[in-house]
C-alpha cells in the first residue's frame, strides 16, 4: 500500500512538473504569438475561422483583434482572390505552405502585400489549427514593381542603354545598342567597356569620363563611336554613377542617344551658312564695285553735258564735236554695264530668256570673227580659225553667241599689239570643247583664281588702254553653265592666256 501510495504521490508530483513545463511553453507561445514583429493568426483548419490573433494586426491591415475573431480568413482578402485562398487552404500537407506577395484588404479597403507562410499545429482531440504569419512585404512590392517598369523602360528605350560593375564590366546592354552598334548583347556581356572606344575618342576625354564618374558625379557630353563593322557615329553620352543605400557607388549606366543624322545636318547647315555668308559677302562687294564703276561714266557723261549745255555758245566746232563723243562713249559704256547687269540678274532670278535650238557652233565663231575683225586689225593682231566642219549643239543662239564674242574679245583686248589669237576645238565622246589662245599679257595665279568670282575687285585695261566692266566672263560662266557646259582658263603672267569652254555635242561632221 506505501508503494502505490509513493507512486501515486511521484505520479501526480510529474503531472505537475509537466504541467508546469507546459503552462511555460504556453506562456512563450503567446508570448511569441502576441509579440511577434508579424502578424499572427490561429486559423481552424477545418473550417477556416480565425480562432486567435497578434496585436500586430492593427498596425499592419488596421484592424482590431476583435474584429477579426471568428471571421473566416478569406475575409481578409480581396474578392477575386477569396475562391483562390480557399483552395490553398483545403490542400495544405502537413509541412505547412509559402505563399509569396499575396493581396490583401486593409480596413479602410486599400490593397496591401502580404508573404504568408502557413504550419499545421495538432490541438485537443482531432482538432487542427493553421499557424498563419502574415509579413508585409508591401514596400518591397512597390521596389519590385518599380524595377519591373524601370526594366521596361531601360528595355523599350529610344537610346542605347548600357550598365556596367565599379570595375566597368558590362553586365547589361538594351536591344537599341545591339541595333546601333552590330554588337550582340551576348558579344558585350563580361567584357570591359573600354574595349567599345573608338580612336576617336581622345586620351584625355576618355580619362575626364572616367574620373567624373568614379567620383560620383555625371558625366555629359557629345563622343564619336564605331560600331563593329568600323562605321563612324556621333551619339551623346551620358554616364550616372549608381549608389547603394549606404551612398557608395555600385554600378554606372551609360545612355547613348544617336544623334548622327542631327551632327550630319548641323554640319551641313554650317556649310550652307558659310556659303550664304560668302554669297552676300560677294553680292555686297559686287555691288560697290559696280557703283565705283557706273559713276567713272556718269561724271563724265554729266561734266561734258554740262559744258555743253551752259557754255556751247563759247565752244568751237571741233571741241564740241569732242565733247559729244565723249558723251556718247560714256552713256554707252553705262548702257553696256547696266546691258550685263541686267542679263545677270536675269540668270540669278532664273527668268532669263532661254530657247533651245540646234545651233552650229563653227558658223557661230566663224560670224564673231568677222563682227570683231576690225578691232584685231586696229591692233595688227592676226585672228586664226582652226575650226572645220559642222558642230552642232542644242542651246541657246544668243547666249552662246554671247559667249564666243566675249572670250575672243578678251583676247584681243589683252593681246599685245601684233600678236595672235587661235581658236581650236576638240571632240570627244560628250562634249565639244572651244580653246582661244592668245601670246597677250596673260595672268598671275592670284589673278586667275579670283577671275569668275562675283565681287571680284580685278579690273584691268587692255593692252591699248582698253575698258571693261569684269562682268562679261562671271556672264559667260553662269550661261555655258546653265547649257550644261563649263568655262575655265589658263594662264602664265607674260606668256599669255587660254580660255577653254565645252557643251554637250549633239553630232560632228
Known amino acids: 500500500m506505501q508503494n502505490e501510495i509513493e507512486k501515486l504521490t511521484n505520479k501526480i508530483t510529474q503531472l505537475e512538473a509537466e504541467k508546469k513545463n507546459l503552462q511555460t511553453s504556453l506562456n512563450t507561445?503567446?508570448?511569441?504569438?502576441?509579440?511577434?514583429?508579424?502578424?499572427?493568426?490561429?486559423?481552424?483548419?477545418?473550417?477556416?475561422?480565425?480562432?486567435?490573433?497578434?496585436k500586430r494586426i492593427k498596425d499592419v491591415l488596421g484592424f482590431d483583434r476583435e474584429e477579426l475573431i471568428e471571421k473566416h480568413f478569406s475575409s481578409l482578402f480581396p474578392k477575386e482572390q477569396k475562391n483562390h485562398i480557399e483552395h490553398v487552404l483545403e490542400n495544405l500537407n502537413v509541412y505547412g505552405a509559402n505563399i509569396e506577395a499575396q493581396e490583401f484588404l486593409r480596413s479602410d479597403g486599400k490593397i496591401c502585400f502580404m508573404d504568408i507562410n502557413v504550419g499545421l499545429l495538432n490541438g485537443v482531440g482531432n482538432s487542427k489549427y493553421f499557424v498563419v504569419t502574415l509579413r508585409d512585404v508591401s514596400e518591397r512590392k512597390e521596389l519590385e514593381e518599380q524595377v519591373r517598369l524601370l526594366s521596361m523602360v531601360v528595355s523599350n528605350s529610344p537610346n542605347s542603354v548600357i550598365i556596367m560593375n565599379v570595375d566597368g564590366i558590362i553586365e547589361y546592354v538594351n536591344h537599341i545598342f545591339s541595333a546601333t552598334t552590330g554588337y550582340k548583347k551576348e558579344e558585350v556581356v563580361g567584357k570591359r567597356a573600354r574595349f567599345l572606344k573608338s580612336d576617336k575618342i581622345g586620351l584625355k576625354k576618355y580619362k575626364e569620363i572616367i574620373t567624373t564618374v568614379t567620383s560620383g558625379d555625371v558625366w555629359k557630353g557629345e563622343v564619336i563611336n564605331r560600331t563593329k563593322s568600323k562605321e563612324y557615329y556621333w551619339e551623346e553620352l551620358v554616364v550616372y554613377p549608381i549608389r547603394s543605400s549606404k551612398g557608395k557607388v555600385v554600378r554606372f549606366v551609360a545612355i547613348l542617344d544617336n544623334i548622327n543624322e542631327r551632327k550630319t545636318s548641323q554640319e551641313k547647315l554650317k556649310l550652307y551658312t558659310k556659303e550664304l555668308e560668302d554669297i552676300v559677302q560677294r553680292r555686297d562687294k559686287f555691288f560697290a564695285i559696280l557703283a565705283h564703276d557706273l559713276r567713272s561714266p556718269f561724271d563724265s557723261l554729266l561734266g561734258f553735258s554740262y559744258l555743253l549745255a551752259n557754255e556751247i555758245k563759247e565752244l568751237e566746232s571741233d571741241e564740241i564735236e569732242k565733247f559729244s563723243n565723249n558723251i556718247y562713249t560714256s552713256a554707252k559704256k553705262i548702257f553696256q554695264l547696266l546691258e550685263n547687269l541686267l542679263q545677270w540678274s536675269k540668270l540669278q532670278s532664273g527668268s532669263a530668256d532661254f530657247t533651245i535650238e540646234e545651233v552650229d557652233l563653227t558658223e557661230t565663231i566663224k560670224i564673231v570673227i568677222e563682227l570683231l575683225e576690225l578691232n584685231a586689225t586696229n591692233k595688227r593682231i592676226t585672228l586664226i580659225n582652226n575650226i572645220e566642219g559642222k558642230n552642232i549643239i542644242t542651246t541657246d543662239k544668243n547666249m552662246i553667241f554671247s559667249i564666243v564674242q566675249n572670250l575672243i574679245s578678251n583676247a584681243i583686248k589683252f593681246t599685245n599689239i601684233g600678236g595672235r589669237v587661235i581658236i581650236n576645238s576638240f571632240v570627244d565622246e560628250k562634249f565639244i570643247t572651244i580653246q582661244i589662245e592668245d601670246n597677250g599679257v596673260g595672268m598671275g595665279k592670284e589673278i586667275l583664281s579670283e577671275l569668275f568670282k562675283v565681287g571680284s575687285k580685278i579690273r584691268s585695261l587692255g593692252t591699248n588702254q582698253e575698258e571693261g566692266n569684269g562682268l562679261g566672263l562671271i556672264l559667260s560662266k553662269e550661261m555655258i553653265e546653265l547649257n550644261g557646259g563649263k568655262l575655265w582658263a589658263e594662264s602664265e603672267e607674260g606668256i599669255g592666256s587660254k580660255f577653254y569652254f565645252s557643251v554637250p555635242k549633239i553630232k560632228s561632221t
Open 29 to 54: 507561445y503567446k508570448q511569441i504569438f502576441h509579440d511577434s514583429f508579424d502578424v499572427k493568426l490561429l486559423i481552424l483548419a477545418e473550417s477556416g475561422i480565425i480562432k486567435n490573433v497578434n
